[in-house]
Nanobody, 120 residues
Framework: QVQLVESGGGLVQAGGSLRLSCAASGSIFSINAMGWYRQAPGKQRELVAATTSGGSTNYADSVKGRFTISRDNAKNTVYLQMNNLKHEDTAVYYC??????????????WGQGTQVTVSS
């Protein structure tokens, strides 16, 4: 079994910053990619940012220049630094991991989600 545990969400004023963390643990052989998605009320879940084991990154256009994804491979942890937050960034943020488990099966896992609320 693999668990993704997120932390760092909360309430912040527009223009402020938050840092999300997601730690993967359990029966992991290797992690291919980790990323952050978000889902606002009444909207579909969307990709925010993702990073591969090789260090390449991908961002949604709406967060480019404001959000930075980083990864600590030794700790199986991914971070999302969010600066200059806007009201429209309000959503539940979910961590995602694409990995090979200890049996070498490729699987996809989701965290439980963490609420980010930006007051205008």
């Amino acid at each position: 079994q693999v668990q993704l545990v997120e932390s760092g969400g909360g309430l912040v004023q527009a223009g402020g910053s938050l840092r999300l963390s997601c730690a993967a643990s359990g029966s992991i052989f290797s992690i291919n990619a980790m990323g952050w998605y978000r889902q606002a009320p009444g909207k579909q879940r969307e990709l925010v940012a993702a990073t591969t084991s090789g260090g390449s990154t991908n961002y949604a256009d709406s967060v480019k220049g404001r959000f930075t994804i980083s990864r600590d491979n030794a700790k199986n942890t991914v971070y999302l630094q969010m600066n200059n937050l806007k009201h429209e960034d309000t959503a539940v943020y979910y961590c995602n991991a694409d990995l090979h488990d200890s049996s070498r099966y490729r699987r996809n896992y989701w965290g439980q989600g963490t609420q980010v609320t930006v007051s205008s």
